[in-house]
């Protein structure tokens, strides 16, 4: 069986090159994970700079299975199809849950449907029937930059068990209600939500709390991100909450600050250095419509 493999990441690549495929041609994202994987161990590719070269790529090559992870592109597989060829996806969510290129920013955001899955693809975004899921229970110990890693452990895995099926769904993707989510990372999911709960807003940032992403406020007319969130338990600290108003900066220390809200007050975390300019009394705002 001739393969084909796009993407930007290297779990389930690395399952293919030893499960005995008689050639497994790569076709990589630049500057990707799997890109850098591939560089180190001297494996042969050819990197993807947009859709038409895939497509034009995929036309001149012979195979009988095309896996894609992390491909940026919609694929037309029926067009691609001919009737003997299998085309499967490895997704970083428990589908239907969490569709889209940022599923597991959604899952932390959400706090449901992270893990994998493998399934059959069709013309529409992760949408086709499921052949194996692997879950990983959402917990408080779970960061951004840990359930990536474990995500893509978790890729691997459905991999391998879609392997030994020989690709057979188990069922079409059910539908799931509210939970079946398209999620996109963009200038809104990012934008500090200040008119949220307490419990809410630390989960936001917590979903895009690596250094490349963030959450966004605006504080004194100046943008700041911030990565990690916690609500406040210690009472001593709490029982000062009453003196303050909504959205007031209490107090302001190393990478953090305190913010009164609601009822009680949560500490919000950036990078050292990163919340010069803010002192106890100012007033966080939510960035304009427009924030990147």
């Keep these: 069986m001739k393969a084909v493999f796009i993407g930007n990441r290297f779990g389930v690549l690395e399952k293919m090159l030893v499960a005995g495929y008689e050639r497994v041609?790569?076709?990589?994202?630049?500057?990707?994970?799997?890109?850098r994987a591939l560089l180190s161990r001297s494996i042969s590719y050819t990197p993807v700079e947009n859709r038409k070269q895939l497509l034009d790529l995929l036309a001149e090559l012979q195979f009988d299975l095309l896996v894609s992870n992390g491909c940026p592109y919609l694929l037309p597989v029926s067009g691609l199809d001919d009737g003997r060829r299998k085309f499967i996806n490895v997704h970083p969510a428990l589908l239907p849950e969490h569709r889209g290129p940022?599923?597991?920013n959604a899952a932390l955001l959400y706090g449901y449907g992270a893990g994998a899955s493998c399934h059959l693809m069709d013309d529409e975004a992760d949408s086709g029937p499921v052949i194996a899921r692997v879950e990983i229970p959402c917990s408080a110990d779970l960061d951004l930059g840990l359930l990536y890693q474990l995500s893509f452990m978790a890729e691997a895995e459905a991999f391998d068990l879609a392997l030994a099926r020989g690709f057979r769904?188990?069922?079409?993707?059910?539908?799931?209600g509210d939970k079946s989510t398209y999620f996109r990372r963009g200038?809104?999911?990012?934008?500090?939500d200040l008119?949220?709960?307490?419990?809410?807003i630390c989960r936001q940032v917590r979903a895009f709390g690596i250094a490349s992403q963030g959450t966004e406020f605006v504080c004194a007319g100046r943008r700041y991100r911030v990565f990690d969130a916690e609500i406040i338990r210690n009472g001593y600290l709490r029982s000062k909450a009453p003196k303050y108003r909504e959205n007031e900066v209490v107090l302001v220390y190393e990478d953090a600050l305190v913010l009164k809200k609601g009822d009680g007050l949560i500490k919000l975390k950036s990078t050292p250095g990163k919340l010069q300019g803010i002192v106890p009394g100012m007033f966080l705002e939510q960035p304009p419509n427009s924030a990147s």
């Design 25 to 35: 041609d790569i076709l990589a994202v630049p500057d990707s994970f799997l890109e």
């Design 102 to 104: 940022h599923a597991v």
């Design 169 to 176: 769904p188990m069922e079409p993707q059910p539908s799931n």
């Design 187 to 192: 200038a809104g999911a990012c934008r500090l």
């Design 195 to 200: 008119d949220a709960d307490p419990e809410k």
